[in-house]
């Protein structure tokens, strides 16, 4: 605070930043401007004072000089005084105290130039005119030059001029003479100009003030401005960056240094724009040389480093005053969140979530865009439609996070079979498509490619999947279309290959089917199927037929299957190989199988009314494991069991062994339970797929029945022969009767015999009956 430069600076900074209002200002500049002044005119006062003191000492008397000269140091150490205060106090004390400063001054001022005025009294000589002319001339230098200090202020200068000059003007008056009259008059009038030069002279300095002032306004307001324009580019939530003719950048704000990861400005500050090899992003910086604006959207290879952002970025010129482009402006938005936010919702669209592997969007695109595109009629392409064998069943007996696991398993093992150019896609459940673009342009050999690689699929099955813990052997149903124009859209191929799937689920699963067009008819066929089976259940028009079950040895029936029969009268007889795996497969079967038990528990209940008595072993029911394995299956069949009051030991059920052999302990528990009540139960096609003896120990079973396949040939193979005894030998170790299935002939029952078969069945004894037939045999055989 010693030298001006700096208490002007600093106390700008105060203004600029500080609470200090700004009208403060003018206050506080007004003050600096007297109080600078202030020792030169304190010290030249006093050698004023002490030099007229001098020059009166003999005119008048020692005293009256004695008295004036203490009170006029009294009052210029009083006004040191406050000079010295002033100088000590901090900037902003003599800021906000700025008014009262002032006032302290003009008192001071004041009481100055009454000390002054009183030396017409003191020390003015009654009579002596050069010595009375000595104080006027001293009155007078003070006068004026007091008036370049108060000049600035009007109301003061004229208070100053009155303390000041009135005293004399006064003593003048009273003074005897006409020439102290006229010298009184001299005075007024000098101190008329005095007031009049100090106007005008007021006037120049409060203007040269208010322009200080004005300057003062402006550099304050550029100054805001500067701070303005400094927050906005450096604390901007976006990146900025200037940049100069030659893709150089100048500067950079913080944000963009934050988005190329940088520590340090410096080190992109100087970095060629060049350097990035996106030509898209050289244009959009090159476009403001043009006097246009750039923009770019896309990835954004940050300056130093590997990592890609992505990109919202817009150029504008930079112009210099006289309005010549010299660079320009970028303004760039981090869009990377909002850019993988959308290709994550594009995946979701198009990838399945599960198994990411495309979805049935992607996988018809692809396929849409073959057909429109590439489709010549030259290059034959193929659709695999594959379907998981018996997958409801892992869901059932294993629950969907292992479902889940499994379909994970799948999709991957298909995955690493096919090649680049070939797509997988899961389009539902258990459900896979591959396409194969391309394959061969001969006919022949197209279907000979595409049968190796779903040969090749179904191959990597052929080692079971570690599914929960355990060995899970997995089986393929896969439709192949082959294609080579564009005759047929996308969906009708998709289609194909389902038609040609289902075709190979119903020639027993695990097989490949090629899609002929006699299929679609087929296909038609089923869903009819489906729909009628449900019509027929509301019509009660399904029929049970009983294949009579007969002692090998001594040819007694001691039972019978119930089997269903289905007369539509539009097609005629339908077989229930057919619609079973349909109802199966569409999960009608829980339906069909209820009113299947209702029917069959009535029929059963007749038959023992009008035979006094139940005189069979049992009636078999076939039941499909979908239904078995269902919760609460126990409980719902012993109702109806009640409700037809039919006792539970007439009762046997056939269970399929690959049907249950997935869920064994549920399967086991059931059996369990339905045993207690007196229940029976039977393995129907035992001897076929999965067959395991493992499997028969753990199974609490009654009957073991062995598929017809073995017995309808065993009279002429052997190995059928070999094999149905090798069974009954079994079953007898395990304590369970054995029934032979599809007997035709007497040889096969000669033989049945020999090898100690308990029961059989077929139409060398039996076809299958309706009730009222099967119970006239049982009354007229049990006589
Ligand atoms: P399945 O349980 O093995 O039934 C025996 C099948 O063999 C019956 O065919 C029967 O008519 C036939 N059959 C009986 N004796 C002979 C014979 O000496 N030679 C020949 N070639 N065949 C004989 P069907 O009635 O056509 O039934 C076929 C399959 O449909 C059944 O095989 C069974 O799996 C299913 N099915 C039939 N009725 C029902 C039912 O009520 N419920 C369930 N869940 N499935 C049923
Ligand atoms: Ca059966
Ligand atoms: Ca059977």
């Known amino acids: 605070m ?37 020792p030169i005119t304190l010290f030249g006062q006093m050698f004023g004072a002490l030099l007229l003191s001098a020059l009166q000492i003999g005119s008048v008397d020692l005293y009256s000089i004695g008295i004036w000269l203490l009170v006029s140091f009294v009052m210029f150490s009083y006004r040191f005084y406050h000079y010295y205060v002033f100088r000590n106090e901090s900037e902003y004390n003599k800021l906000e105290d700025a008014r009262l400063w002032l006032h302290r001054y003009y008192t001071n001022v004041l009481i100055s130039g009454m000390v002054w005025g009183s030396s017409a009294i003191l020390i003015f000589p009654e009579d002596n005119l050069i010595h009375q002319m000595t104080v006027m001339l001293f009155l007078l230098t003070i006068g004026f030059t007091s008036m370049g200090v108060l000049a600035s202020k009007r109301d003061l200068l004229l208070a100053f001029v009155l303390v000041t000059f009135l005293p004399l003007v006064l003593r003048l ?171 994550e919702m594009v995946r979701s669209a198009y990838y399945d979530m599960l198994t990411e592997i495309p979805n049935r969007t992607l996988l018809m695109d692809k396929l849409e865009n073959l057909i429109a595109r590439d489709m010549t009629g030259l290059q034959y392409a193929a659709l695999l439609f594959i379907d998981i064998d018996n997958f409801k069943k892992v869901n059932d007996s294993f629950g969907h996070n292992v479902g889940d696991t499994v379909i994970r398993q799948v999709a991957y093992k298909i995955d690493n079979v096919i090649g680049k150019s070939e797509t997988i896609a899961r389009i539902g459940g258990d459900k896979f498509v591959v396409l194969i673009p391309l394959l061969s342009s001969d006919e022949d050999q197209a279907r000979h490619n595409a049968l190796d690689y779903a040969s090749k699929i179904k191959g990597s099955f052929a080692r079971p999947l570690k599914t929960a813990g355990e060995d899970y052997h997995l089986t393929l149903s896969i439709g192949i279309v082959l294609f080579n124009s564009a005759e047929a ?65 001594s040819g007694r029936i001691i039972g019978a299957e119930a089997l269903i029969r289905w007369f539509r009268p539009d097609t005629g007889p339908v077989s229930p190989e057919i619609f079973i795996a349909i109802a199966e497969e569409s999960g009608l079967i829980i339906k069909l199988e209820e009113w299947i038990f209702d029917r069959v528990l009535s029929e059963m209940k007749s038959l023992s009314v009008s035979m006094n008595g139940f005189v069979l072993e049992h009636i078999a029911i076939n039941v499909s494991a979908t239904h078995f394995l269902k919760p609460r299956f126990v409980e719902k069949f012993m109702l109806l069991v009640k409700k037809h009051q039919v006792q539970p030991e007439w009762i046997e059920l056939e269970l399929t062994e690959s049907g249950i052999m997935h869920s064994m302990h549920d399967a086991i528990t059931k059996i369990e339970e339905l045993k207690q009540f007196g229940i029976t139960f039977s393995i129907d096609d035992f001897g076929t797929g999965y067959s395991s003896f493992a499997y028969l120990k753990r199974l609490p079973v009654n009957v073991i029945k062995i598929d017809q396949a073995f017995v309808l040939n065993m009279d002429q193979d052997q190995g059928d022969a070999m094999i149905v ?25 000669e033989h049945l015999k020999q090898a100690k078969c308990d029961y059989y069945q077929g139409f060398y004894a039996y076809k299958p009956m309706p009730m009222s037939e099967f119970g006239q045999i049982v009354t007229t055989t049990s006589l």
């Open 173 to 343: 008056f009273f003074l005897e003479g006409e020439i102290y009259l006229n010298i009184a008059y001299i005075v007024v009038a000098l101190m008329l100009i005095v007031l009049l030069i100090s106007n005008y002279y007021g006037k120049v300095i409060n203007s040269s003030l208010d322009n200080h002032l004005h300057f003062i306004t402006i550099r304050h307001s550029h100054e805001k401005l500067k701070e303005r324009f400094f927050s906005l580019f450096e604390r901007a939530p976006v990146g900025i960056y200037y940049y100069n003719a030659g893709l150089v950048l100048q500067d950079i704000n913080e944000q963009f240094k934050i988005m190329n990861k940088m520590g340090y400005k410096k080190d992109l500050i100087g970095q060629d724009l060049h350097a990035t090899k996106n030509r898209e992003i050289v244009d959009a910086h090159e476009k403001v040389f043009w006097n246009q604006t750039g923009n770019y959207r896309g990835p954004f290879e940050t300056l130093y480093g590997e990592n890609i952002i992505y990109v919202d970025l817009s150029t504008v010129p930079m112009l210099d005053s006289d309005g010549k482009v010299t660079g320009g402006i970028a303004i760039v938005n981090d869009i990377t969140d909002e850019v993988t936010a959308k290709e």
């Open 725 to 749: 005894e090798s069974i009954v030998t079994i079953g007898q170790k395990f304590n369970l009767k054995v029934l032979a299935e599809g007997v035709e002939n007497l040889q096969t029952l």
């Open 2 to 38: 010693k030298s001006k430069n700096r208490t002007v600076d600093e106390t700008d900074n105060l203004i600029d930043t500080g609470p200090i209002p700004f009208n403060e200002r003018l206050s506080y500049d007004k003050l600096t401007f007297f109080y600078l002044s202030l």
């Open 489 to 553: 859209s996308a969906y009708d191929i998709l289609k194909r290959s389902e038609t040609a799937m289902y075709e190979a689920k119903t020639s027993g699963r695990n097989t490949i089917r090629f899609y002929k067009h006699e299929m679609g008819a087929h296909a038609q066929e089923q869903l009819t199927i489906a729909n009628n089976i449900h019509k027929t259940i509301e019509e009660n028009a399904f029929d049970i037929y009983y294949q009579p079950q007969l002692d090998v040895q």
